[in-house]
């Protein structure tokens, strides 16, 4: 593949040397780093008065087979990286949305640049929705030349969320901005280009598109939270969570749903996302066993979890947890705790949920804890203030080595 612009410098027998790469966000699903694209990479040509070069990889692959390329080299896994990156967080102004480049991104691009964000699959000759946890998000052209974003709502949202209960979190979350809000979705009006294609943008709906997945009633609230503190405390706790989390009661009512006891097979056994939880009735004794991949952070979320068992239930209960097994056991002792001990099971098998979507790069994972975080800060009986400011300080007296 060679074009006009990439022949000239083979013609010149011209040598760049590459120093960084430039990114463009986009509003693709997956994790932090799917969440932006390389389009070029970025040098100098030294062997031309060092002017300034911005090529694609594909370019970059031409220009290494000529021998014109500085600084690059080819890895293990056949693909070309630079040797030394000097400037590799730079972003082209604006965004991909639903597959459309900003107009005045793409006026200032090369047409070989946009051919090869096409070539990608970056971007779409038409607005292609994209599909989010909770909806389908779509972008709409007026004609007086602004930009209008429809969110609508996927079948789960309208059968499971109490229609009441949707609306009015809805308008609440965008209460900042020009909304209405429809029987199946919401519609953002009369955005300038530089709103629709923004980070702060597309980070609108992915925050709403988390928020509004998790008030499905279907998960208990409390166990909800102390599951991402169960997370956040494996690795570098105030990433996740914030010195001022919870200071101020919200303005909303985010109901707590909680879970009633885990409904066993006849062979006492009930599954959930991550584990197995076995129950003998005669003996009182319960058995979660994963069936994941057992992972270091597996493990110590285990061993996290066997420590806050026992203090919580001290010498009344027997806890237990077996690497060796990948299994967590309680024994009842004849103690009448059994659905406390299916909530903690509920909400460990939570935190293992959350491990192992995030292992697998399905959510930025930041954004995704915090975003969860904020939905129930909005709650205004202080239900998730108290059981966060509980569920902390017992977290901090059992592993302050994670602090």
Not at 7 to 26: P, V
Not at 28 to 50: D, F, P, Y
Not at 195 to 217: E, G, H, M, T, W
Not at 250 to 255: A, C, K, M, V
């Amino acid at each position: 593949m060679e074009n006009s612009y990439v022949s000239r410098l083979i013609e010149n027998q011209t040598i760049c040397t590459m120093n960084g790469k430039r990114h463009i966000i986009t509003d693709r699903m997956g994790a932090w780093n799917k969440q932006s694209v390389v389009l070029t990479w970025e040098g100098w040509q030294i062997t031309s008065n060092s002017n300034f070069v911005s090529i694609t990889p594909d370019e970059v692959e031409v220009l290494f087979t000529k021998g014109l390329i500085r600084n690059v080299a080819r890895g293990e896994n056949g693909k070309l990286y630079e040797k030394t990156t000097f400037l590799d967080g730079r972003d082209f102004a604006g965004a991909i949305v639903c597959g459309i480049l900003a107009p005045s991104t793409q006026a200032n691009l090369r047409p070989e640049i946009c051919d090869y964000a096409k070539k990608m699959g970056y971007i779409t000759d038409i607005m292609t929705p994209v599909k989010m946890f909770s909806g389908t998000k779509s972008l709409i052209f007026n004609t007086d030349g602004t930009y209008s974003i429809l969110f609508v709502w996927n079948d789960s949202v309208l059968k499971k969320i109490n229609q009441e209960l949707l609306h009015n979190f809805t308008k609440n979350f965008f209460r900042n901005y020009s909304v209405e809000v429809k029987n199946n979705g919401i519609l953002m009006l009369n955005l300038s280009e530089d709103f629709a294609f923004s980070r702060k943008s597309i980070d609108i709906f992915r925050v709403y598109d988390i928020q509004l997945f998790y008030l499905n009633p279907k998960f208990d609230k409390k166990l909800l939270l102390r599951a991402i503190m169960q997370r956040a405390f494996i690795s570098f706790p105030y990433n996740i969570l914030k010195r001022n989390q919870f200071e101020k009661l919200g303005n909303t009512t985010i109901p707590e749903n909680k879970k009633e006891h885990l409904k066993f097979n006849q062979f006492g056994k009930c599954k959930l996302n991550c584990g197995k939880v076995f129950y003998n009735s005669e003996l009182k004794r319960y058995l979660y066993k994963i069936t994941i991949p057992y992972t270091e952070w597996i493990r110590e979320l285990m061993i996290d979890t066997e420590k806050v068992l026992k203090s919580k239930y001290c010498e009344n209960v027997c806890v237990s947890f077996s690497g060796f097994n990948q299994t967590i056991e309680i024994y009842c002792n004849g103690n009448d705790i059994g659905l406390d001990v299916e909530r903690e099971l509920i909400s460990l098998d939570y935190a293992m949920t959350f491990l192992w979507d995030e292992s697998k790069g399905l959510f930025n994972y930041y954004q995704f804890y915090t975003s969860i975080l904020s939905l129930l800060e909005a709650d205004s009986s202080g239900q998730f203030r108290d059981e966060y400011f509980s569920y902390l300080k017992t977290l901090k007296r059992l592993l302050p080595e994670k602090l």
